[in-house]
């Protein structure tokens, strides 16, 4: 196998964290971006190139604010300038904001998009004119099972993952010309720093109007709550190992990989499996089954 020149946003913590180091360990050259490197992430930066180092496998760190254009650009423009190519692009960075969907304001559910549907679509365009120049290329974008399921007080983190996926899969479609996969993995409820960093909505007057229903997010939030099983915790390393192997795969991948935690089915396959027999239906009847 031949090692490829990836890039993981959002690669401080998280899927992101333990994406960098699989692709690193299978030989990849992995450029791990992230803001802050200078300041607060840099002991996280320490830390991956150590662990790399360790096993005897390069990596890189590169400053990147999926939040802002000129970030995105110059960092892609940097890794093309070194590597010539960008082989893989893994949209993995993404807050998480869980609390009464109302009480959230404009500016706050404009700052969660901004990273977790914009910051993909900043990241996208920069790397897919050079792409389709090389007639290859791989889009993976992490969205959640809350991209195709609804639970209450996630209204507007779900809206922000409904709408990447949607991106996604019209990349799928209008890529599939030019040698440029777009896939979308959505992973299940894994122990995360997202809960517990998740920002409390900005209106507090109507927070206040939802009484007792507005202290629910904060048990959701609780780790007391989460359920896991001690003696047999999620291992989010599976989602780590599932988008390297979208990665390294050398067939058409599906467009979309689900990872739930080992024993549990939140019935998110079968709703795939349905809802894509009709979207195939439907582009096949549009005169488009060749986009598939």
Not at 23 to 48: C, F, Y
Not at 214 to 236: F, V
Not at 279 to 288: E, I, K, R, V, Y
Request: hydrophobic share 45%.
């Amino acid at each position: 196998m031949n090692g490829k020149v990836v890039v993981v946003t959002g690669a401080s913590s998280g899927f992101g964290k333990l994406t960098v180091l699989e692709l690193a360990r299978r030989g990849h050259s992995v450029i791990a971006t992230m803001r802050d490197v200078d300041g607060r992430n840099g002991p996280v930066r320490d830390e991956l190139i150590e662990a790399a180092k360790a096993e005897g496998k390069a990596l890189q760190i590169l400053e990147m604010d999926v939040t802002d254009e000129a970030s995105v650009n110059a960092a892609i423009d940097q890794v093309i300038k070194q590597h010539g190519k960008i082989d893989a692009l893994i949209n993995n960075a993404g807050t998480m904001f869980v609390g009464v969907t109302e009480a959230y304001t404009i500016a706050d559910v404009e700052r969660q998009f901004a990273v977790n549907f914009f910051g993909a679509v900043r990241a996208d365009r920069a790397v897919l004119p050079h792409m389709r120049a090389a007639g290859s290329g791989l889009l993976v974008h992490v969205t959640s099972l809350m991209g195709r399921l609804i639970f209450p007080f996630f209204g507007v983190y779900s809206a922000s993952k409904f709408a990447l996926e949607a991106l996604a899969e019209s990349y799928r479609y209008e890529l599939s010309s030019f040698g440029v996969d777009s896939v979308i993995v959505e992973p299940g409820p894994f122990p995360s720093n997202l809960l517990p960093s998740s920002p409390e909505p900005s209106d507090e007057a109507v927070l206040a109007s939802y009484g007792p229903v507005a202290a629910i997010p904060g048990q959701i939030k609780d780790p007391a709550n989460q359920g896991y099983d001690p003696t047999n915790p999620p291992r989010p390393q599976l989602v780590a190992d599932a988008i390297a192997g979208l990665v390294e795969a050398t067939e058409r991948r599906p467009l979309r990989t689900v990872v739930m935690p080992e024993g549990m089915d939140l019935g998110v396959e079968r709703l795939n499996q349905a809802v894509g027999a009709i979207q195939n239906d439907m582009l096949g009847a549009l005169g488009m089954g060749g986009m598939i």
